[in-house]
């Protein structure tokens, strides 16, 4: 069986990752494909626990590495627990963040370096990169906005640490065009959608008829 197609999306805090990737999932349910959404951190019961400890607020005092070891550790057991055997199985996988993330956030905001951490990437999940990433693009001030609501240990950064982000990824679809496509996700949810499923039409094998 012909392993299945792997579909990221990243972007900074309030860029309205969730929203699309529940359409793009239902198109590509109703155009017949099966379809596993998930997320980062988390999307297995291991990488959940470790979720909680990135995202609680109480946790101020983690270092930049000890954060990028705990999201690489997460990806591990995501992969290994549910990319990699839905993606044998032939079905499309749809992740909200994965390893881009750690580039943009510990890479490119917290100083790490993108090469450190692309490296540790792989490493985390034994050379398995997605066929496509979506980013969703929109300026800092305006995502930290949409978000309305209280802000958990990431969000509550500095402006300047979001628009670090931002730039993070920028950089990221600059140096892989092929795979990293730019969508403008300021105007609505619909006109972004429809990008989208223009950007995925054209990536997407037909599917086999009958
Ligand atoms: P979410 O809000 O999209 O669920 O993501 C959780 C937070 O974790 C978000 O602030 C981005 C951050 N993050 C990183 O800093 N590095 C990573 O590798 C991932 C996957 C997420």
New binding site residues.
């Given amino acids: 069986m012909a392993r299945g197609i792997f579909i990221t999306f990243e972007g900074i805090?309030g860029c309205g990752?969730s929203t699309q990737v529940e359409r793009l999932r239902s198109y590509l349910v109703e155009s017949g494909r099966e379809v596993v959404v998930t997320?980062?951190?988390?999307g297995c019961l291991i990488g959940e626990k470790v979720?909680d400890i990135?995202?609680n607020p109480e946790n101020r005092g983690m270092t930049a590495l000890t954060?990028l070891l705990l999201?690489e550790a997460?990806?591990a057991q995501h992969v290994a627990d549910v990319i990699r055997p839905a993606l044998d199985e032939g079905k499309t996988v749809i992740s909200?963040?994965?390893?881009d993330?750690?580039t943009a956030?510990?890479g490119h905001a917290r100083g790490i370096g993108a090469d450190k951490v692309e490296e540790l990437n792989l490493f985390a999940t034994a050379g398995l990169r997605p066929d496509l990433t979506i980013v969703l693009d929109l300026p800092a001030s305006e995502g930290l906005r949409r978000l309305g609501r209280d802000l958990?240990r990431?969000?509550s950064e500095a402006l300047d640490f979001h628009e670090k982000v931002r730039k993070g990824y920028i950089e990221i679809a600059r140096s892989d065009p092929a795979r990293v496509k730019v969508v403008d996700s300021s105007g609505t949810i619909e006109t972004t959608a429809a990008e989208i499923r223009r950007i995925v039409d054209r990536f997407l094998p037909p599917r086999r008829r009958g």
């Fill in positions: 805090e990752k997320r980062e951190p988390g979720r990135l995202l954060e999201y997460s990806r909200d963040r994965f390893y993330a750690s956030y510990q958990d990431i969000e």
